[in-house]
T-cell receptor
Framework: DTEVTQTPKHLVMGMTNKKSLKCEQH?????MYWYKQKAKKPPELMFV???????INESVPSRFSPECPNSSLLNLHLHALQPEDSALYLC???????????FGPGTRLTVL | GESVGLHLPTLSVQEGDNSIINCAYS??????FIWYKQESGKGPQFIID?????DKRQGQRVTVLLNKTVKHLSLQIAATQPGDSAVYFC????????????FGSGTRLQVQP
């Protein structure tokens, strides 16, 4: 298995909702990432997990809460989001000794 | 910090021609660079990477050139095909932030049949 999967593919939520994005990989990678990508812009790093521990948080608002339950799974919990948080949320992973990051297809999030 | 940018937002080429996409970076500590292709509605797809101890690396129909003196890298695509139409991003990282990729602004490649 050489892919990163993300669910759901699309998500529409209100500002008072709580939802979660899920990411999974079975490549034995020990680093996993969340990126946010606005339309016609490059991906921007949000969080990095290394060996299931949060190693980088790029000053992301607390309404985004990451979680890494195990080495294959990465979640992003969403609460009290704003319309400007609407974007494509990308998950990526990379293996030990290899810096190449493999990206999933993303979750298209719309906040109403 | 890392800053990676591109020279041109859109590049239009004829099918069969060679394409060159350029990228400049500002952090002289950057030692790893990677090119991604992103098609509409999809996640970025790895094309090729290069480390700072190299100045050229070739893949299938693609070549990346790195000029550390002027902090510039380029992606060359040989015999460009309609399926190459996409947005291309360069990204870089430094050893101290090995796992934090900073992306350039992207170049849209349009291949005319």
């Amino acid at each position: 298995d050489t892919e990163v999967t993300q669910t759901p593919k699309h998500l529409v939520m209100g500002m008072t909702n709580k939802k979660s994005l899920k990411c999974e990989q079975h490549m034995g990678h020990r680093a996993m990432y969340w990126y946010k990508q606005k339309a016609k812009k490059p991906p921007e790093l949000m969080f990095v997990y290394s060996y299931e521990k949060l190693s980088i948080n790029e000053s992301v608002p607390s309404r985004f809460s990451p979680e890494c339950p195990n080495s294959s799974l990465l979640n992003l919990h969403l609460h009290a989001l704003q319309p400007e948080d609407s974007a494509l949320y990308l998950c990526a992973s990379s293996g030990p000794g290899n810096d190449e990051q493999f990206f999933g297809p993303g979750t298209r999030l719309t906040v109403l | 910090g890392e800053s990676v940018g591109l020279h041109l937002p859109t590049l239009s080429v004829q099918e069969g021609d060679n394409s060159i996409i350029n990228c400049a970076y500002s952090n002289s500590a950057s030692d790893y660079f990677i090119w991604y292709k992103q098609e509409s509605g999809k996640g970025p797809q790895f094309i090729i990477d290069i480390r700072s101890n190299m100045d050229k690396r070739q893949g299938q129909r693609v070549t990346v050139l790195l000029n550390k003196t002027v902090k510039h890298l380029s992606l060359q695509i040989a015999a460009t095909q309609p399926g190459d139409s996409a947005v291309y991003f360069c990204a870089g990282s430094s050893d101290t932030g090995r796992r934090a990729l900073t992306f350039g602004s992207g170049t849209r490649l349009q291949v005319q049949p």
